[in-house]
Nanobody
Framework: QVQLVESGGGNVQPGGSLTLSCQVAGIFKPSDISDMAWYRQAPGKKREWVADILSDGIGRYSASVKGRFTISRDTAKNIIGLQMTGLTPEDTGVYYC??????WGQGTQVTVSP
C-alpha cells in the first residue's frame, strides 16, 4: 500500500521560503502516484487544495499561491516537492500530501510569523 510522508515544515518569517517534501513509500503502482497534490489546513478552517501535479509534469495552483509556490516531482526518488516563497501568515497551517486516491500523509506544520 502506498504511504506518504511529508517533511520540511517549520517556522519562518513573512517573506521567507520553505521547501516541503512528500516521500512516497510502500508498495505501489505508478498509477497510484500519477497525480499528486498538496493541501493545507489552517487552524479553525477546512482543508484546502494548494497545488497538484499531473503525470505529464504540469503543475496547477490555487489562486492564493500561484506565482509563489512551485510543485515538482522527482520520479527517480519518488518525491513530490513544494517550493514556497513569499510566505505570509495566511500560509500558516498543516500541509498534507495526497495521491488523489484517498491516501494522505500525516502532515507537516508550516508557521509564518514575525
Amino acid at each position: 500500500q502506498v504511504q506518504l510522508v511529508e517533511s520540511g515544515g517549520g517556522n519562518v518569517q513573512p517573506g521567507g521560503s520553505l521547501t516541503l517534501s512528500c516521500q512516497v513509500a510502500g508498495i505501489f503502482k505508478p498509477s497510484d502516484i500519477s497525480d499528486m497534490a498538496w493541501y493545507r489546513q489552517a487552524p479553525g478552517k477546512k482543508r484546502e487544495w494548494v497545488a497538484d501535479i499531473l503525470s505529464d509534469g504540469i503543475g496547477r495552483y490555487s489562486a492564493s499561491v500561484k506565482g509563489r509556490f512551485t510543485i515538482s516531482r522527482d520520479t527517480a526518488k519518488n518525491i513530490i516537492g513544494l517550493q514556497m516563497t513569499g510566505l505570509t501568515p495566511e500560509d500558516t497551517g498543516v500541509y498534507y500530501c495526497n495521491n488523489r486516491a484517498g491516501v494522505w500523509g500525516q502532515g507537516t506544520q508550516v508557521t509564518v510569523s514575525p
